[in-house]
């Protein structure tokens, strides 16, 4: 299994993930251009991805998707309460309505709900002849239930969104400020540390940082978290990186 985000942030998010028969895209932020370029650049044809499949209607996870599903014609996997905010795809001859799990040649993808201020907002488990990647953004917490699923797998592309500290003595009006860090927002730093304590295992070789905001939020912060909360749990696990807002991470093989 291949792995790379394309794109990670408030301008637009997509994460491309490649395996021995299948190519799929998770979400289709940024604009189609960036996404053609970027999947060239890592000598993926846009013609030959075989499915987008969207974890939530917010237009920095879709707004790239009419301009691309016109040219590609692209199968698109959303669930039926996303489709009213989707209007360009009510129509559209490749729509593929799933309910919790998607079977595509050979992965099989699990959705569970994520908590966030958008029509039935999922995060998705990907397997594939015994590779297994998380998906975890935009959310405001994890619900315990589903930690047995997301535990111990391959790779985590797990959100990292702000800093507590940076947010609250950041430029945000309160209503937005007490939006990110409510249960319908996002994870923090501190957050996404805590929860990958619980949840990575003897088989995990990968954690990719996502949706770090801009404004709210640094790398180092991110990684400077994470680390001393792994320490303080006695966790020796160093392989994780950022995601960005407009460069690729390294292919995740």
């Known amino acids: 299994m291949k792995v790379v985000v394309l794109a990670s942030g408030s301008e637009g998010n997509a994460t491309y993930i490649e395996t021995q028969e299948s190519k799929i895209i998770l979400d289709l932020g940024k604009n189609?251009?960036?996404?053609?370029?970027?999947?060239?650049s890592i000598e993926v044809n846009p013609k030959d991805i075989d499915a987008i499949i969207i974890s939530h209607t917010h237009k920095d996870h879709t707004s790239a998707l009419k301009t691309f599903t016109n040219r590609y014609k692209t199968p698109v996997y959303v669930s039926k309460e996303m489709l009213p905010?989707?209007?360009?795809?009510?129509?559209?001859?490749?729509?593929?309505?799933?309910?919790?799990?998607?079977?595509?040649?050979?992965?099989?993808i699990s959705s569970i709900k994520?908590?966030?201020?958008?029509p039935d907002a999922r995060n998705f488990i990907i397997e594939s002849?015994?590779?297994?990647?998380v998906y975890v953004t935009d959310t405001g917490y994890i619900n315990r239930k589903y930690f047995n699923l997301l535990k111990d797998k391959d790779i985590?592309?797990?959100?990292?969104?702000?800093?507590?500290?940076?947010?609250?003595?950041?430029?945000?009006?309160?209503?937005?400020?007490?939006?990110v860090v409510g249960s319908y927002g996002h994870l923090s730093?501190?957050?996404?540390?805590?929860?990958?304590?619980?949840?990575?295992?003897?088989?995990?070789?990968?954690?990719?940082?996502?949706?770090?905001?801009?404004i709210n939020?640094?790398?180092?912060?991110?990684?400077?978290?994470?680390?001393?909360?792994?320490?303080?749990?006695?966790?020796?696990?160093?392989n994780i990186e950022c995601a960005k807002q407009s460069e690729i991470t390294e292919v995740v093989c």
């Not at 189609?32 to 060239?40: C, M, S």
Request: net charge negative; hydrophobic share 35%.
């Open 85 to 108: 905010d989707l209007e360009n795809l009510k129509e559209y001859e490749n729509l593929i309505l799933f309910e919790d799990t998607i079977y595509l040649k050979d992965v099989k």
């Open 156 to 179: 985590y592309l797990f959100e990292s969104n702000h800093d507590i500290e940076m947010l609250m003595n950041g430029p945000y009006p309160k209503w937005l400020k007490t939006r």
């Open 189 to 214: 730093n501190k957050d996404s540390s805590f929860y990958l304590t619980k949840l990575i295992g003897p088989h995990t070789k990968k954690i990719i940082l996502m949706h770090l905001s801009h």
């Open 129 to 133: 002849h015994k590779e297994s990647v």
């Open 217 to 238: 939020n640094t790398s180092e912060k991110a990684l400077e978290m994470i680390h001393e909360t792994f320490k303080e749990y006695d966790i020796d696990f160093s």
């Open 114 to 118: 994520s908590s966030h201020d958008a």
């Open 32 to 40: 189609a251009k960036y996404i053609r370029e970027k999947l060239e």
